[in-house]
């Protein structure tokens, strides 16, 4: 349910922008237009795109915030077929799939496949595996809480979590 009313405050955000409907459904143009230039307008082609020292062969480009001291945006890429062990992340993290199958699960036997669109919401502390299944590289959209980390978990460490 949770991950039903995320996927739908994302949508709203997206499409609705910042139009006024009144009853009849018309779009209120008595208000003043915004004319403040956008903070961040760019393709993921125009990013300065960085190696993840945690995870060799993933990479990211931070949209907002820094990563290394506290809440942030960025977009991820994982190549095809890349598999992070079980671990955990010291804040909770979202994230929006763009492209690709991304998954996450507490196991691999019980990892989700997540397509195009998917929302997954990841609680700070969560033993879990992640990846991207064979076929096309994954482009994600992370939102972090606060600052990133990646904190492998031996087996057996994560169980009666």
Known sequence: MRS???????????????????EAGQVDTSAKRDTTPMRLSTSPADLKWSALPERPGVQFATLTGDPKTGPYTQLRKFPAGHDNPLHTHSSELTNVVITGTWYTGPDAAAARDFGQGSVVVMPAGWPHVSGCRPGIECLIYQIGKGKFDFNPVTRGAGKGR
């Open 4 to 22: 039903i009313v995320v996927l739908f405050g994302l949508v709203s955000a997206c499409f609705w922008g910042t139009g006024l409907a009144n």
